[in-house]
């Protein structure tokens, strides 16, 4: 009997401190415990595991521009460079961890692309943040979109961020879920790309990866869709005196606290909005927490579970 499949979109801690991408070292110290959850759930789920890239995307195009001496590559070209780098790190923390548990599972990594319209008007506004913080006065000197993260931390590059439309390889990753194997896949929202005449061109952007995860889980006919960030709840009137967990939203209260602007475009935004269109196309639920508290998630025992 098959077992039920969940998507886990690798996110916050679990991966690495937004616009810091750290030292390999310190990229798997942050992966060792989200992968000890993952081998926790494979004897009772299929798992899929999708990941951001924005902070090396970032230090990939600083490198770059460093020096003259090495051709520029595009965007496409980077974000498609950082899915190799990623998954590489993601399966090393996989390894340690299955074999501490005395534990085997096949896996591998998926370099994935995503369809977007060329005339998306997210080309027109570039908001997806990439890369290091920088201090208002080092902004000022940048050659390249930058705004205010509105995070208190700084200033960051900005790129266009396109709505994904299709996940080109989610067949493939269908049939990876029915051999068992983990699929380390839509990395930073996948290579974005739009169609030509008779193939596919990358395009100048960073797909949201909550986003492209929610797409992925629902045409891949996936259980359930588990956001990983760093708060155990959604909240609405976050750190205000009358914040209030929540434990449980239906769609419609997701698209009523979006509405009233309760969830920043920056942060917990993109991750409802994401939940709340998985569960609104398939009926099935989505969860939004902490990755140590999955687990308990998965039971109606922890984080914020959306419904139909």
């Known amino acids: 009997m098959s077992k039920p499949t969940i998507l886990i979109a ?36 299929t798992v899929v595991l999708t990941h951001g890239n924005g902070p090396h995307v970032g230090n990939i195009l600083l490198q770059q521009e460093s020096t003259d001496e090495v051709y520029k590559q595009p965007l496409a070209v980077v974000g498609a460079m950082s899915q190799g780098q990623i998954g590489f790190l993601i ?9 501490r548990a005395g534990k085997t599972l096949d896996f591998t990594t998926l370099v994935t692309y ?17 890369g290091p913080f920088f201090t208002e006065e080092e902004a000022k000197t940048k ?17 266009a961020s396109p ?11 269908k049939a990876l879920i029915d051999q068992d194997v983990v699929a380390i896949c839509t990395g930073g929202g996948g ?42 709840n959604v909240c609405i009137n976050y750190k205000k ?27 917990m935004g993109p991750k409802v909005q994401a939940a709340a269109s998985f569960v609104k196309k398939t ?4 969860i939004i927490t902490t990755i140590s508290n999955i687990e308990g998630a998965l039971k109606g025992e922890a984080g914020t579970t959306i419904v139909p």
């Open 283 to 286: 009926g099935r639920n989505a």
């Open 10 to 45: 690798l996110g916050g801690n679990a991966l690495i401190q937004a616009g810091q991408q750290g030292s390999v070292e310190e990229q798997l110290a942050n992966l060792k415990p989200a992968m000890e959850t993952v081998v926790k759930l494979i004897d009772d789920y």
């Open 143 to 159: 050659p390249y979109p930058v705004k205010d993260s509105k995070s208190g931390k700084g200033w960051r590059r900005v790129v």
């Open 114 to 130: 995503t369809i977007v319209d060329e005339n998306d008007p997210a080309f027109q506004n570039p908001t997806k943040y990439v």
């Open 191 to 232: 290579i974005p790309v739009k169609r030509t005449q008779y193939g596919i061109e990358g395009v100048d952007a960073v797909i949201d990866k909550d986003l492209a995860s929610s797409l992925l889980a629902a045409q891949a006919g996936i259980g359930t869709l588990c956001i990983a960030t760093d708060e155990a």
């Open 91 to 99: 399966e090393m923390a996989l390894t340690e961890a299955l074999n």
């Open 241 to 267: 005196e009358n914040e209030q967990r929540l434990s449980k939203m239906t769609v419609a209260d997701c698209e009523k606290y979006l509405a009233e602007g309760q969830f920043p475009a920056g942060s």
């Open 163 to 173: 709505a994904p439309l299709e996940i080109g390889n989610y067949k493939e990753v």
